[in-house]
């Protein structure tokens, strides 16, 4: 059984660019969750999806927006960059709600702005 | 003061003591996450717990809803336990929302 696949793995980007993160959950998964992790702040929730729909938010600015397929696979996208966004993106993914179930989490997408 | 607390926030060990991890927050919880993450940044969930004690091995989770408190044990502990802890509390409030302790470094010396 596949794991939870996020690309790309490594990214760089410049100041004022966007960016958007992929992730595909396990095969059956209906949500997917999404943290920021930095040296500073540690892990932080950024939003969860559930059947397309967004189903919680953390608190991030409107820069921070993200969107879940019909097939679970989830998007997020940062627009604007900032050098306080370099962090490493974390999906996760479980069969229901992410509050009530194991998560799995993918290998994360480690982005550096410049 | 952060929701989530977790001690120590280091914690270096021989190889073969008996580790505790503790994890106390000030919100209300229907449960509680431990998660564990090895250098190179990949994430393992080890439990999910709302009440009592889960067992996987070596590790011991335990849970006081009331107390709101809860610590991860390592038996007989090892150098590849070596890895940043993490307790993650799950909000009651119907959004189920994630918040996570800062997390605690273990280093277990052959």
């Known amino acids: 059984k596949a794991g939870v696949t996020q690309t790309p793995r490594y990214l760089i980007k410049t100041r004022g660019q966007q960016v958007t993160l992929s992730c595909s959950p396990i095969s059956g998964h209906r949500s997917v969750s999404w943290y920021q992790q930095t040296p500073g702040q540690g892990l932080q929730f950024l939003f969860e999806?559930?059947?397309?729909?967004?189903?919680n938010k953390g608190n991030f600015p409107g820069r921070f927006s993200g969107r879940q397929f019909s097939n679970s696979r989830s998007e997020m996208n940062v627009s604007t960059l900032e050098l306080g966004d370099s962090a490493l993106y974390l999906c996760?993914?479980?069969?229901?709600?992410?509050?009530?179930?194991?998560?799995?989490f993918g290998a994360g997408s480690r982005l550096t702005v410049l | 003061k952060n929701e989530v607390e977790q001690s120590p926030q280091n914690l270096t060990a021989q190889e073969g003591e008996f580790i505790t991890i503790n994890c106390s927050y000030s919100v209300g919880i229907s449960a509680l996450h431990w998660l564990q993450q090895h250098p190179g940044g990949g994430i393992v969930s080890l439990f999910m717990l709302s009440s009592g004690k889960k067992k996987h091995g070596r590790l011991i989770a335990t849970i006081n809803i009331q107390e709101k408190h809860s610590s991860l044990h390592i038996t007989a502990s090892h150098p590849r336990d070596s890895a940043v802890y993490i307790c993650?509390?799950?909000?009651?409030?119907?959004?189920?929302?994630?918040?996570f302790g800062t997390g605690t470094r273990l280093t277990i010396i052959p």
């Open positions: 993650a509390a799950i909000s009651n409030f119907g959004n189920e929302k994630l918040t």
């Open positions: 999806y559930f059947s397309e729909t967004q189903r």
């Open positions: 996760a993914s479980s069969p229901m709600n992410s509050g009530a179930n194991v998560l799995t």
